[in-house]
């Protein structure tokens, strides 16, 4: 019963509307107003999307059948549950507990029909062979319009024959023309909707073009079960001939209204224009209020924070129109003016007219709404008072927020904002992140911030919420009124202690991680450039801060040790964003880019040290070797470092990434002419000069694709002498 063929193609631009400037009907960060009734009234989307028509259409399905089986439960005089009316209405199951003859009739009716008008690309030539013959099945529903007793059956039958005739093209006019009676009686059915729909789209299919759509615009009301059909058939209006054919077709100025305000939900409309149109016609008119509202709502997009939108809208046209409309109700109006005069950044005449709307409608949530957003938009500080008076003020009205977490989000977003214009990062980050704590987001220092902003008292109510969001989101536990760090915190935490090479502390800390298995030894050091083998180690993150801690002791006490300078040093490599176990140092490990410059160069430039005493010290040659391309790849990623991109994170403003540029490309030869330019690559050149002759070089020059191109481009443009 569902009216899928009604429904027409999609994006098509009407010819006769005048282009206007304007945002996107797209999703919008905020919105503060409340649901209306009218049909399309609360999409802030483009309703030509592929998007947002199939949302429509999914919506209308589950309507249309949900209230489909209350009818068909009242007329069983609620015998049957909804469930078990489900299952022999549209599944035909269990259909002798239904006693009705007449019913029954009706229900097999429907199923003999049912492959007849309902598109089945999987079905065999022998299946379509042994359906009914589909005229047998129409003559069978016409006659029992004429001998069903029952009036609500009758116009059932009604909506089977017409939809049968519509399909298999056998005079759906006549049928509608002959039976249309039967829709001025009492009974109240959807049936009735689905009939006129049918009746529609049955004209535009027999070129009645102008009449059909006149015909589907009736359904354009909120009473309507298909109010949809209304708009997704009124592209077949083109030319201005057609448009002024309509026009005639109206018997009351509202159904002109009607027709302007369906002009207007198409995204090239322009609307003011609509508006004025209709507000001619009918200056009380609901389609007024109706395009209105849409419009109000589209310029909702001025409270976006991260939008690509081009923000072209004409505010000032629509203060002007609207500050000479009359109506005998004002509340839109005005609401729209304070709104308008908001976006214009006058602020005196907003809060005029936002104090008058204040007074005539007290408990209007959507005007309480208002007013708290232009409050929030003259902040111009923030201060432990102000901080108590806008926590009172939003917990007061998110408590009745009805259509979203608008009035929450954009509190925290102005506070974002007036923390940042006083240098105040840590609340920054905190109404930054309120919804959503993602532990990647830390560094050492600001983690530790949180944790005593988290521990120590809090001076307005306000950061007490802080507290209470966080704690809940986060599961921080409560100890003596303080909030101690969650599991996922403190294994965050440890990470960071590690990739600031506080090894003793991040072992300390006693966090659940320490128990799991080092993917890959740390203190490796492979011909690989990152020190990965397939061989899975057995090493706990434990086991490897212990053995960590007991090099740095031994190095305490000999500083020249060849081993503990060599396995300290590849320890430090590893634990860089070029190694095998930078997982350690970070929450979240990006492929591409690094955030911790500092760090990063800190860790390579001191395994540079490390690893230039081990070869010093060193007697045997192979390990010298060895040594000293470790100290090549430790060279490579100090080049890296100081040659990467520094880019601004796309969701963290505050925070700057690093790209490598040398990672982007395939054939990377070119990038080792910089790298030799910039007078780089004299441990490449050393392994050739001193150990060219040795087993571990023959393979490396095997395995080292970085080696192989070093020395490749080091032929063609050798490197200049020494400054």
Not at 275 to 303: C, G, M, P
Request: with cysteine.
């Amino acid at each position: 019963m569902i009216l899928r063929s009604l429904i027409l193609t999609l994006f098509i631009k009407l010819s006769i509307f005048a282009c206007a400037g304007g945002w996107d009907y797209n999703q919008k960060e905020f919105v503060f107003l409340e649901n209306r009734k009218m049909p399309f009234s609360n999409i802030a989307q483009e309703i030509n999307s592929a998007n947002v028509y199939n949302t429509i259409l999914w919506a209308y399905e589950e309507k249309n059948k949900e209230e489909n089986l209350k009818e068909w439960q009242k007329e069983l005089k609620n015998t049957y549950n909804l469930e078990e009316i489900e299952k022999f209405v549209y599944k035909r199951e269990n259909l002798e507990k239904l006693k009705d003859k007449e019913i029954l009739d009706y229900i097999k009716l429907v199923e003999k029909q049912e492959k007849h008008v309902t598109y089945n690309y999987y079905m065999s030539d022998e299946e379509k062979a042994k359906l009914k013959d589909y005229k047998q099945l129409l003559n069978e529903a016409l006659n029992k319009i004429e001998n069903t007793n029952s009036s609500w059956l009758k116009i059932r039958y009604f909506y089977l024959a017409l939809r049968l005739a519509h399909y298999k093209k056998q005079n759906p006019l006549e049928i509608y023309e002959k039976y249309k009676y039967l829709l001025q009686d009492d009974t109240k059915t959807i049936a009735k909707d689905w009939i006129l729909a049918l009746n529609a789209g049955a004209l535009v299919k027999s070129g009645e073009i102008v009449k059909g759509v006149y015909e589907f615009s009736k359904l354009f009301d909120e009473d309507k079960i298909n109010s949809h059909l209304s708009y997704y058939n009124f592209f077949h209006i083109k030319t201005n001939d057609q448009w002024n054919e309509l026009l005639n077709f109206a018997k009351t100025p509202e159904e002109k209204t009607k027709f302007y305000a369906l002009r207007a939900l198409n995204e090239n409309s322009n609307i003011l224009e609509e508006l004025k149109n209709i507000y001619a016609l009918d200056k009380n008119s609901k389609w007024f209020e109706f395009v209105l509202f849409r419009e109000l709502l589209n310029t909702q997009h001025y409270f976006d924070q991260y939008s690509d939108y081009e923000r072209n809208f004409d505010f000032k046209k629509y203060i002007e129109f609207l500050k000479e409309v009359k109506k005998d109700d004002m509340y839109l109006v005005n609401l729209s003016l304070a709104y308008l005069n908001l976006y214009e950044k006058n602020f005196d005449e907003s809060s005029k007219i936002t104090q008058e709307l204040l007074k005539n409608y007290p408990k209007s949530h959507e005007v309480q709404t208002l007013a708290y957003v232009l409050y929030l938009q003259q902040l111009k500080n923030i201060d432990i008072k102000t901080e108590n008076d806008i926590y009172e003020k939003m917990i007061s009205l998110t408590k009745n927020e009805t259509n979203s977490s608008s009035i929450h989000d954009y509190t925290f977003v102005i506070l974002e904002k007036l923390y940042l214009e006083k240098n105040d990062k840590l609340n920054a980050f905190l109404a930054n992140h309120i919804n959503y704590l993602d532990e990647a987001v830390f560094d050492l220092s600001l983690l530790e911030k949180f944790e005593t902003f988290m521990k120590n008292p809090k001076d307005s109510k306000m950061k007490e919420y802080f507290a209470q969001v966080y704690a809940k989101n986060n599961k921080l536990t409560e100890e003596n009124n303080n909030f101690i760090l969650s599991e996922s915190l403190i294994n965050a935490k440890t990470k960071l202690l590690i990739n600031n090479l506080k090894f003793k502390e991040a072992l300390t800390l006693n966090a659940s991680i320490l128990s799991e298995k080092v993917q890959f030894n740390p203190f490796n050091g492979l011909i690989k450039g990152n020190n990965r083998s397939g061989k899975q180690d057995t090493m706990s993150l434990k086991e490897f801060l212990e053995k960590i801690l007991v090099i740095q002791n031994e190095l305490e006490k000999n500083p020249k040790s060849v081993m503990d300078n060599y396995l300290f040093a590849n320890a430090l490599y590893n634990l860089s964003y070029f190694g095998n176990s930078n997982i350690l140092t970070t929450v979240y490990r990006s492929v591409y880019s690094f955030n911790d410059y500092d760090l990063q160069k800190e860790k390579i430039d001191l395994s540079i040290k490390h690893y230039t005493i081990a070869k010093n010290e060193a007697k045997e040659k192979e390990f010298k070797a060895k040594i000293t391309y470790m100290l090549a790849k430790a060279e490579l990623a100090s080049y890296d470092i100081k040659y990467s991109k520094k880019e601004q994170d796309y969701y963290n403003k505050d925070l700057s990434r690093y790209d490598l540029e040398r990672f982007w490309y395939f054939r990377n030869e070119k990038i080792y002419d910089e790298y030799i330019k910039n007078n780089y690559g004299k441990y490449f050149d050393i392994l050739k000069k001193d150990f060219s002759d040795t087993k571990y070089y023959n393979e490396l020059i095997k395995e080292c694709a970085n080696l192989r191109v070093y020395e490749k481009q080091n032929i063609k443009k050798p490197k200049p002498a020494m400054q």
